[in-house]
């Protein structure tokens, strides 16, 4: 556990929880700090927030992208394992 974080290493933990798409389970191990703790912080920094507007919509783009990004891995994977069921029933 980190004891007497710096405020850049919670809005870092903050940033990575809310855009990373991660759990906040698996962020707050990552970070070494406890679920609570994390949750705390993103509770605060929801009510004091003193990010300009551009940042954070640039860090919704990248959270919306990621997603993308990753169930467009997830149909590949689908497809991959399509057309291996089907080759192998075509023989």
């Known amino acids: 556990m980190v004891s ?7 809005a870092e933990a903050v940033r990575v929880a809310l855009t990373s798409g991660l ?3 698996q962020v707050a191990a990552d970070f ?10 993103i509770q605060q920094d929801r009510r004091n927030p003193e990010k300009p507007s551009a940042q954070s919509d ?5 959270a919306e992208l990621r ?22 029933r075509s023989k």
């Open 67 to 88: 997603k993308e990004n990753r169930m467009l891995r997830e149909e590949r994977e689908v497809l991959k394992k399509a057309t291996q069921f089907f080759a192998e």
């Open 32 to 41: 070494g700090v406890g679920f609570s703790t994390l949750s705390r912080w």
């Open 4 to 10: 007497n974080p710096t405020p850049e290493f919670r």
């Open 58 to 62: 640039l860090e919704r783009e990248v």
């Open 23 to 25: 759990p906040r389970k």
